[in-house]
């Protein structure tokens, strides 16, 4: 059963920076896509960008695009979330999620995963 584990999320003033990251455990992290969601307080759960198995296909939410940018090591099972140049709007808990596939065009619809890390806070303020 694979596991997921987001970590780097804290606390951050304006134009500031953080990178989340998600480790996988429980199988080679090379077999799955990767997405990467939030949730802000009375939101829905968006999509934030997605990433394919072998990091040859990146998609990003138009609210990110410029600003995030994701990329995978899988000899260390881990995919990141480098997020530059932060909003206040951006503030939300961040999720990563998994599946074997996941079609690129709907990889930002959460219900093509079925692996979910448990998040990790990004609060942009100051």
């Known amino acids: 059963q694979l596991q997921l584990v987001e970590s780097g999320g804290g606390l951050v003033q304006p134009g500031g920076s953080l990178r989340l990251s998600c480790a996988a455990s429980?199988?080679?992290?090379?077999?799955?896509?990767i997405g990467w969601f939030r949730q802000a307080p009375g939101k829905e759960r968006e999509g934030v960008g997605c990433?394919?198995?072998?990091?040859?296909?990146?998609n990003y939410a138009d609210s990110v695009k410029g600003r995030f940018t994701i990329y995978r090591d899988n000899a260390k099972n881990t995919v990141y979330l480098q997020m530059d140049s932060l909003k206040p709007e951006d503030t939300a808990v961040y999720y990563c999620?998994?599946?074997?596939?996941?079609?690129?065009?709907?990889?930002?619809?959460?219900?093509?995963?079925?692996?979910w890390g448990q998040g990790t806070q990004v609060t942009v303020s100051s």
């Open positions: 999620a998994a599946n074997p596939l996941v079609v690129q065009a709907m990889c930002m619809m959460a219900r093509w995963y079925n692996y």
């Open positions: 429980g199988g080679p992290s090379d077999s799955y896509d």
């Open positions: 990433i394919s198995r072998r990091g040859g296909i990146i």
